[in-house]
């Protein structure tokens, strides 16, 4: 599969973002998706994840303000981040977890993030 993230941009602080990461290919052979971030000079880190099953797990810094979701009739995975912090500012990047027919760790391209405040 292949995974084409959206929905960045320019956002002041308490605004909302809704990312998107479209996946190319059988959706149902991915195990979980999930969405990470990485700030300039920091490491990447994971920012919410869904399983196929549709249970979710997110970093304490998105609890109570992101939600992810995934449309499989879309093939489509989103975040919805609101009352966003200056410190959101980063790149996203959408990543799968392909099982079949051999395991795959699939990336897309980052989004851009900025928050200004």
């Known amino acids: 599969v292949q995974l084409q993230a959206s929905g960045g941009g320019l956002v002041q602080a308490g605004g909302s973002l809704t990312l998107s990461c479209v996946v190319s290919g059988n959706i149902f052979s991915i195990a979980r998706m999930g969405w990470y971030r990485q700030a300039p000079g920091k490491q990447l880190d994971l920012v919410a994840s869904?399983?196929?099953?549709?249970?979710?797990n997110y970093a304490d810094s998105a609890k109570g303000r992101f939600t992810i979701s995934r449309d499989n009739a879309k093939n489509t995975v989103y975040l919805q981040m609101n009352s966003l912090k200056p410190e959101g500012t980063a790149v996203y990047y959408c990543?799968?977890?392909?099982?079949?027919?051999?395991?795959?760790?699939?990336w897309g391209q980052g989004t851009q993030v900025t928050v200004s405040s």
């Open positions: 990543n799968a977890d392909q099982l079949r027919p051999e395991y795959r760790d699939v």
């Open positions: 869904i399983t196929r099953g549709g249970t979710t």
